[in-house]
């Protein structure tokens, strides 16, 4: 049977393929069972519609058993399909509300992503800064690091830091955290501009000169000019800063140090400059900075021949003025190294205080002679006497104060000032100065002279009195005189000729003794007695010597410090 049917079984199956395309009214659902029915036989055929009431009839008492058992669930079933279609209707109204809304939705939906959109970036960046704390860190902390470097004096570190900053600045110009980090970095800068300038203005050599000069190069503030020009702004303030902590009470000292300082530090600072700024390759630096090394020079030597004129007035003793010149001339000739060899303009600095201090002297002498003369008691002195053996063995070289002008207080004061005048020339006497000196000399002379004789015209004087004041006048004439003549020819070679040659001066002293000499002649012839006008030699030498006092004890203010040196030299300045 099997075998029979196999060979019809494609058969069937084309045959049922047909019957399905002739049953187009069957729906997808239906066509398994159309199928079924195309393969029962006729007799299995005319069973089916039997077949289909039973069952439907089968289904139908089950439905009507499972609603009586479940009606509880039908009846919600309606219920609920009531509400549901209330529920619709709400619902449609709803939708309909929900449709009106739709568009601002739509809106908002757009602004939320937006929004959205924004913060997004805002994440992106706060993300990428998240990743670039450190570093970001790092920029912030800059100025505050740069500004420890300046304070420690890590001036190289600091510069970098700028030239970073100043970097990041050419690159990213618009970038406003970078701004206020390069204006913060520009007050670090002037900050450490400030120092660098503040150590030029200190006690610094060469290698450390040359390290600053070149921070100040990277800096970038100043031209090639206006550097050279702080530089030497600098380390004038230093000097002058020297200059002032001096102490000018002593001027002596204060002059000593002062051309030390200048020698020292003024050598010091041109061949600074000369070796930073050695780029001129002609070797004149009038060629690249017009001369400012020049003026600025000028104007240090300048400045120091100002304090010379100032102080050199102010020093009382020749000896001071004598080492204060030897030290100028070996600052000049110091400087001279370097082109400053200013020792031609010391001469008449020190010509004009030489002749300050002499005139000065010279007129205390006057003033003390003047004093003594109007308080002097005209009494008779004891004389001074000395063995004929020590008169004949004093040398012709002996500049001593004539011992006979013990008896003449006035003259010996002025003898004493006149004496120390000479002894504050010679280590310092000008020979330009000579004349000048002399005709001091003859001055003070001459007022000692015409206030003798406006003394002898404005006092009344008795007869004992007037006879010790001619032998005053007399001891002006024959002593006074030459002995000046000869302590200033001790100064200068030939200066007692040029005294001498004054004495025509002195023709009013001449005269009030030629009238006291007639005076005396006249009142002898009438009285038949000899007056002398020397002093009586009655007494012996042993009872002179017990009624004066020796001259040292008597006049200790005579000074003989021309007789104890050595014979002054010309020192032509």
């Not at 701004?179 to 670090?188: I, S, Y």
Request: net charge negative.
């Amino acid at each position: 049977m099997t075998a029979m049917v196999s060979p019809q079984a494609p058969a069937n199956d084309d045959y049922t393929t047909a019957m399905l395309n002739l049953l187009p009214l069957a729906s997808a659902a239906q066509q398994p069972y159309v199928s079924e029915l195309l393969s029962f036989t006729l007799d299995r055929l005319h069973k089916e519609p039997e077949l289909l009431r039973v069952d439907a009839e089968r289904i139908r008492r089950q439905m009507q058993e499972v609603a009586v058992g479940n009606y509880r669930a039908f009846i919600a079933a309606a219920d609920a399909l009531l509400e549901i279609r209330e529920e619709v209707s709400s619902i449609d109204n709803h939708l309909e509300s929900l449709i009106a809304e739709i568009p601002k939705l739509t809106s908002g939906c757009t602004e939320f992503v937006d929004s959205a959109e924004h913060t997004l970036e805002k994440r992106k960046l706060n993300q990428t800064l998240l990743a670039n704390h450190s570093t970001l860190l790092d920029l912030l902390e800059i100025p505050q690091l740069m500004d420890t470097c300046v304070r420690n004096g890590n001036f190289d570190e600091a510069l970098d830091l700028e030239a970073f900053v100043a970097k990041l600045t050419t690159m990213h110009p618009k970038i406003p955290v970078i701004q206020a980090l390069a204006a913060e970095v520009r007050q670090t800068t002037q900050s450490l501009l400030y120092q660098l300038l503040q150590k030029l203005q200190s006690n610094i050599q060469l290698p450390e000169c040359l390290r600053i000069i070149g921070y100040l190069r990277r800096i970038g503030v100043f031209t090639e000019y206006e550097m050279r020009l702080q530089f030497l702004r600098c380390r004038e303030a230093w000097l002058t800063g020297i200059l002032d902590d001096l102490d000018q009470r002593n001027p002596y000292e204060y002059l000593k140090r002062m051309v030390n300082c200048y020698r020292m530090h003024l050598f010091d600072v041109v061949n600074q400059y000369r070796a930073i700024f050695a780029d001129d390759t002609s070797g004149n630096e009038e060629n690249y900075d017009g001369g400012l090394l020049f003026d600025w020079a000028m104007h240090q030597i300048t400045s120091h021949l100002k304090n010379l004129k100032i102080m050199l007035p102010k020093i009382t003793e020749g000896g001071s003025l004598s080492n204060i010149l030897d030290q100028c001339m070996y600052c000049a000739m110091g400087l001279g190294w370097v082109g400053l060899d200013f020792r031609g303009l010391l001469p008449p600095l020190f010509q004009e205080a030489v002749l300050h201090l002499y005139s000065k002297n010279m007129s205390t002498a006057v003033e003390n002679f003047q004093i003594v003369l109007d308080s002097h008691r005209w009494v008779p002195l004891p004389a001074v006497g000395f063995p004929a053996s020590s008169l004949g063995e004093e040398s012709t070289d002996d500049v001593s104060p004539p011992s006979n002008l013990m008896e003449h207080p006035p003259l010996a004061v002025f003898i004493n000032g006149v004496s120390a005048a000479m002894n504050e020339l010679r280590p310092c006497a000008p020979l330009s100065l000579k004349h000048v000196l002399a005709q001091e000399l003859v001055k003070s002379l001459q007022a000692v002279s015409d206030s003798l004789l406006r003394y002898s015209t404005t006092r009344i004087l008795k007869d004992s009195e007037s006879i010790l004041f001619t032998k005053l006048c007399q001891a002006f004439i024959e002593t006074v005189f030459p002995h000046c003549a000869t302590c200033f020819g001790r100064c200068y070679l030939g200066g007692a000729a040029l005294i001498s040659d004054a004495k025509s001066l002195f023709v009013g002293i001449d005269r009030l003794l030629a009238k006291q000499a007639s005076k005396t002649i006249h009142k002898t012839s009438e009285n038949g007695v000899h007056h002398t006008i020397a002093r009586t030699a009655s007494a012996s030498l042993d009872e002179k010597e017990q009624n004066y006092t020796s001259p040292q004890k008597a006049y200790p203010a005579i000074n003989e410090e021309i007789q104890e040196s050595p014979v002054l030299l010309e020192n032509d300045l």
